[in-house]
């Protein structure tokens, strides 16, 4: 099995925000995340807010989403 390259990578995170971005905004907010993940508990998503939310607006941006995806 090969590694998965920086343009694949980005194409499948690409795919995966779009999933969760429930409007088409460009931006996945705290609805559109326990929209998409349900079984996430509270103190997750805070946690996750903390350390991604580089700006503070309250949302993620694509840019944001792909630093703190695997």
Not at 1 to 10: I, Q
Not at 32 to 42: D, G, S
Not at 47 to 66: I, M, N, Q
């Amino acid at each position: 099995m090969s590694a998965e390259t920086a343009d694949e990578r980005l194409a499948r995170l690409k795919k995966e925000f779009a999933s969760i971005d429930g409007d088409g905004d460009g931006f996945v907010t705290e609805a559109e995340f326990r929209a998409h993940f349900p079984e996430l508990p509270a103190g997750a998503l805070g946690a996750l807010e903390d350390s991604a939310d580089a700006d503070g607006d309250g949302r993620f941006s694509l840019e944001e989403f792909v630093r703190i995806m695997p």
